[in-house]
């Protein structure tokens, strides 16, 4: 309905959904440790990029102890005053001018005690807990400059123009187990294969569509009147926001917010192949066995999806009312504070309304992920990775979470215990950053974008990741030489 993507595109005067999710994706992909993606080191943190990259980790084990990372993407807003090493007292925004299909996406996550664990060098299993969300907010062309004050403004600069629009957001819980194992390997390479299985409990969900939106202009004598003419939006949220309420404990709130929720399941299926060196490999030399000269990987990460029951005011509207004018828009929807006042309004310049009930489901961001990584001299290596996302639009009955990454070409520096890297990122929306990150004993550190370190208006593109991984002591397994190759002792022969 146009007056909804009008709502949602005001600024602070222009009070709306759309602000709020804007903000929120801001405040919020390995998915997406970018730096230590085909690293041999990666161990637990490896099994969100690709199950069988678990076996190439020359440790028996390691436990990612916790980790966060955050991503975010928008051409429909600025920050300012804001940057990692630097803020002032007060944030300040401002929202892109000029006709543009404007967009934000985002994607965070939180893993707690992920453990890896080496059974032998021919298998590995890894499993723990982590929270994930993603969520994306795209439209048609709209314009919009600063000056605007009201409706009639806002359809006059946008005149000719179809609303379109979109918006999907999934937050879950999930346990995974992984379990890999090599597949064949002889003196030309290895062949390992993985599989992890996630099953998901979804905590929040929410999306909205908006399709045909239109007005038509009315000239009377001076004065330009704009009336709606046609469109039609559906949008629907989980259900377990309706249990929130001010008067109860933040306890009571949290445990009835996280009680009413679906389960959900997904799958990962990943191989990697090492081409090994054909250098002579002479006994008694350091063990090379997890030694390369290229490493190739291909995943399929995240298929499945998570359910969500629709929370009371979800609604599907249309046939707006050609009587409603832009003076009406204004009056009706300028005052509204709550989900339940929006509907009451907006049930007023529709004629037909429909409550949703049962079930949606949000499809986790299934993709196809190929790695390619190679070991140059004294510690160097490259890593080149492409991610292919599978799902559609959103603006069908299917609704598709995505990652923002499409290719990232990472330069690093890496030993057992430190390592520096140089991930070069082009989102999916055309966006290039540089960006770094330090590995230093048990910690990594790293940003997607130097820009929001360095910069006090980059922050809204980027995001950050930290991690604490605890490895053994000494690293490695041990390479026992087999008693029949054994040099006698004293010179001596048996």
Known sequence: M???????LKTMK????????????????????????????????????????????????????FSVQVKNTTNAITFTNLSYLTHGDTLGYSWTNGPLKRYASFNYNVHLLNVRLALDRKQAISFGANLRGY?????GVVNYNDTLQDMNQFFSINEGNSYQASVVS???????????????DD??????????????????GAYAQLTNGAVRRNALD???????????????????????????????NLNDFLTHT????????????????QNVHVFGDEDDYYDYEWKLGAALMDIGANMYDYGIESRAVSNPKTTTSDIDLNEKFNYVKSFAAFNDSLATVVNT????????????????????????????????????????????????????????????WETRRLGGYLPITVTTDGKVWIGGAFKAGPLLLGFHNWGDVFSKSKSQNGGFYLALVIRPGKGGFSFKEPKEYTCPKNGTVK
């Not at 969520?135 to 439209?139: A, I, Y």
């Not at 999934?170 to 064949?184: H, I, K, V």
Request: hydrophobic share 40%; glycine share 10%.
């Open 353 to 412: 309304m429909t409550k949703l009930r049962g079930h949606f489901r949000i499809w986790n961001p299934a993709r196809l992920v190929l790695n390619v990584d190679r070991p140059l001299p004294n510690h160097f290596a490259l890593n080149t990775e492409l991610t292919l996302n599978l799902g559609g639009n959103n603006m069908g009955q299917r609704l598709f979470t995505k990652e923002i990454t499409l290719l990232a070409v990472t330069p690093r």
């Open 170 to 184: 999934s937050s879950w819980l999930e346990l995974y187990g992984t379990y890999s194992r090599t597949m064949w």
């Open 222 to 252: 001076s004065t330009t009147i704009y009336s709606l003419a046609g469109g039609k939006a559906i949008y629907g949220y989980s259900a377990n926001y309706d249990l929130w309420h001010n008067n109860n404990s933040t306890t009571k």
């Open 14 to 65: 222009f009070r709306g959904v759309f602000f709020a999710l804007l903000i929120c994706t801001f405040g919020a992909t390995a998915q997406d440790y970018q730096a230590i993606n085909g690293s041999p080191y990666a161990g637990s943190m490896g099994v969100a990029n690709n199950p069988a990259t678990i076996l190439s980790t020359p440790y028996p084990w390691d436990i990612t102890v």
């Open 187 to 204: 003196e030309y390479g290895r062949l390992n294969a993985g599989v992890t299985l996630h099953a998901m409990r979804g905590i929040s």
């Open 2 to 8: 146009t007056a909804i993507e009008l709502q949602t």
């Open 262 to 277: 679906q389960g959900g399941a997904a799958i990962d299926l990943g191989v990697e192949y090492l081409v090994k060196s």
């Open 135 to 139: 969520g994306s907010v795209r439209t």
